[in-house]
């Protein structure tokens, strides 16, 4: 028979187990369990709760401050487009109205500013040898002869002289040559018979019957150029041009726009380039014709062209104008240009948050696109398509 075993080790701890029904637990009497507090759980769902509102609220604000710190542009698609003027429009023109002519003129006169050196010239004239002879006689170029006030005269052509005439009493002949005097100036300026002497050899008489001229001192002198009269041109042009504009301008309706003046323009002036002058007139004449059209058939037909190139699940809904160029480019047949620019806008403050989900109204992704027209530096209204 087996012997009972006994414990040799430490001292034995005796443990007593109560076996108990409550709540289906089954409840060991041991060591007891450490009493929690019961709201602690209750503060890390409070702090959990205010850190994703936190976040949820910090996360959109500092992006909107960030964005804008930035600074505001646009990402800008330019197209051009060419609008057709007519007096007599067709579907795809837009109409012209044609006002009555305008015409004007201005005149101006402004001071001479050219100069020009002018050396000394000498006086020049007419000698004239009388011949007593019954035989002809010669006299060479370069024959020198000395008026009354000691200025001295070369004749510059060769004389021959015809014999006299055998008449009672006898009639001399005679002959007229060029001369001029030695000395350049004013001093050779010699009046009528200053020269009258015999000379040449017999019977041979030379006079000056008429005074000498063109003699001329060095001098600086007063002269006309180009500058002098397009300036005074372009002067009258403009004033004209804005009484002309001005005129048109009040002839117009207040729904209707001008097209820049066709004119035909006449400019006379009282000298020419190099004229020694101490001033010139200059006149400016024009004959304008006065052409008009509405913004309303603009605006109609460059909605109809925008429409052909909005992408499919976008609406026009403003519109803008802004020409960059207007002109007749026919005065007779009537027609003329229009020279738009559309330009697509991408607004900045989608281009920041677009990529961040920017939502629009039911949670759908909202896209704005933003196309203007220029006309004339004057800004109509604006072309704006939405999707959703």
Known sequence: MREPYHYQGDQVETIHVYMLREQDHLVVDAQPEPDYPTNQHTLLGYLCCGLLVLLCVLAPLTAILYAGSLPDYDTTISRTLTLTLSLHPTT??????????????????????????????????????????????????????????????????????????????PTYAAVSVTAFSSMAGTAGNIPASDIDQACCGSSILAQNLY??????????????????????TA????????????????????????????????????????DQAQAVSVT?????????????DVQQQATRLVKQVIPRGYS???????????????????????TIQSRHFWPWFLRRFGHMGLEGNN??????????????????????????
């Open 235 to 274: 002067t009258s042009k403009t004033i004209l041009d804005q009484e002309t504009t001005n005129q048109a301008q009040n002839e117009a309706q207040p729904w209707q726009e001008l097209l820049p003046l066709s004119c035909t323009i006449t400019t006379t002036a009282t000298h020419q380039p190099g």
């Open 211 to 232: 005074p000498f001229s063109g003699g001329n001192n060095s001098r600086d002198v007063t002269i006309v150029t180009k500058g002098d009269i397009a300036n005074t």
């Open 92 to 169: 795809n023109h837009i109409p012209l109205y044609q006002l009555p002519p305008i015409t004007g003129t201005k005149q101006a006169t402004a001071k001479a500013t050219g100069t020009f050196h002018q050396d000394a010239t000498p006086a020049t004239g007419l000698i004239t040898f009388y011949n007593g002879s019954f035989t002809a006689q010669t006299v060479a170029s370069g024959t020198r002869l000395t008026g009354k006030d000691g200025v001295t005269i070369l004749t510059s052509q060769t004389a021959v002289i015809p014999p006299a005439t055998p008449t009672t009493p």
């Open 316 to 338: 026009l809904v403003r519109l803008s104008l802004l020409l960059l160029t207007a002109l007749v480019t026919d005065a007779h047949k009537g027609t003329g240009v229009l």
């Open 284 to 296: 400016v004449s024009e004959h304008c014709n006065v052409f008009v059209y509405t913004l309303a």
């Open 363 to 388: 949670g759908r992704l909202l896209w704005l696109v933003e196309q203007a027209l220029y006309v004339d530096n004057t800004k109509i209204s604006f072309i704006s398509l939405h999707r959703y």
